[in-house]
């Protein structure tokens, strides 16, 4: 590792975008003695602030081709990284289990089929007569939901992982600059100019775009063949104080019909999210995440949201999510996460320090 950092350390690189793509890029590249700037103008606006953290990692069906490889990546990674940024921030944690559940019975057949054909990854059906669905019945009354665990995905709280990747690149004396890139060009010695709102000229060996939707406005998209499309994510955090209500007596992350379910006390539960592609959310979407299941109970109502909120998230077009490419020497985008952001993130940190590698 210390000869890494002599090598690398007079190199400059400049992340643009301040999510927790952005921000894992820099923690990666941080132990290799990079000379790294963090570039964002709304740190507090991105997307990442809107994620719900969930990791979908083993439950995932779809067991070929990179989005896999990534996810298979990233699940082995992550608990390395949890004991690493547990120095910076004890709180930090995994949560586990997760449980994906559904009253469709082709589904339920699916998902049994899919367990029972990797017995070594920890999935567990979820039949019937099992007693982990008592609670669940009990809140559900009248939903016949089965499914499986997946004893190895679960839940990162988002903002605790935002606050502990922030403790360690104040550690580890990463600049920030709380400023807008207008443009970026490379100049005549091969560098990368990089120039701010405030007229402020920055050179960098290595760009690397982190910034989602914005990293379009700097490139020219159709010179790299890059189509990205917005994709809004709602969710809502509903309170319900009735004595006959306790959502601590449930799972604590959970995915029923496609909707996320996370239990925060015994009066709060988050639901999310929607799949909207434009630019501005609508009234109309937040009835998806009320009218997901055929016997709908009491206290899953509109009247008991206490808070919502959205992110603006970035889907590729035309070809698989994210989008990890070298656009040009010096330039890497990392991008279109849609989903999976806080998921892939420690995979795609390891695939951008490999490219770099290349381009030095």
């Not at 975008?17 to 290799?32: T, V």
């Not at 060009?185 to 091969?190: Q, R, S, V, Y």
């Not at 989903?339 to 290349?358: F, T």
């Amino acid at each position: 590792m210390d000869q890494a950092k002599g090598k690398f350390n007079n190199i400059k690189v400049s992340i643009i975008g301040s999510g927790i793509i952005g921000k894992s890029n820099a923690f990666k590249l941080s132990d290799y003695g990079f000379n790294i700037t963090l570039i964002d103008q709304n740190e507090i606006h991105n997307s990442s602030n809107a994620a719900l953290g969930i990791l979908m990692g083993k439950i995932y069906q779809k067991r070929t081709g990179r989005s896999w490889i990534l996810r298979q990546k990233s699940s082995d990674l992550w608990p390395k990284w949890i004991n690493i940024l547990q120095n910076y921030n004890s709180k930090l944690r995994i949560e586990k289990p997760l449980l994906q559940l559904t009253d469709d019975l082709k589904k339920i057949k699916k998902l049994n089929t899919f367990a029972n054909n990797y017995p070594y990854d920890d999935l567990e059906t979820v039949e019937a007569n099992s007693s982990i669905l008592n609670p669940i019945n009990k809140m559900f009354k009248g939903n016949r939901l089965q499914g499986i665990i997946s004893h190895q995905d679960g839940r990162i709280n988002p903002r605790v992982l935002l606050e502990t990747l922030d403790i360690a690149l104040k550690s580890k004396n990463i600049k920030k600059i709380n400023n807008q890139v207008i443009k970026i060009e490379k100049n005549n010695n091969k560098i990368w100019n990089l120039k701010l709102k405030t007229g402020e000229i920055l050179n960098s060996e290595i760009v690397i775009l982190c910034n989602s939707l914005d990293s379009l406005n700097l490139i020219n998209p159709e010179i790299y063949g890059i189509k990205l499309k917005p994709v809004i994510g709602q969710a809502v955090e509903i309170f319900q104080e009735r004595e006959n209500t306790n959502f601590l007596s449930l799972p604590k992350i959970m995915n029923i019909n496609g909707k996320n379910l996370i239990t925060i006390s015994k009066e709060k539960m988050i639901i999310g999210s929607t799949d909207e592609y434009n630019f501005k959310p609508e009234e109309y979407y937040i009835n998806e995440l009320f009218e997901f299941l055929e016997y709908k109970p009491n206290w899953l109502d509109k009247k008991y949201i206490s808070r919502k909120w959205f992110g603006i998230r970035s889907r590729p077009e035309g070809e698989p999510s994210p989008l990890l490419k070298s656009l040009e020497k010096g330039l890497i985008l990392c991008s279109g996460f849609y989903k999976n952001g806080i998921l892939l993130a420690p995979a795609c940190s390891d695939w951008v320090l490999k490219e770099i590698k290349k381009h030095i």
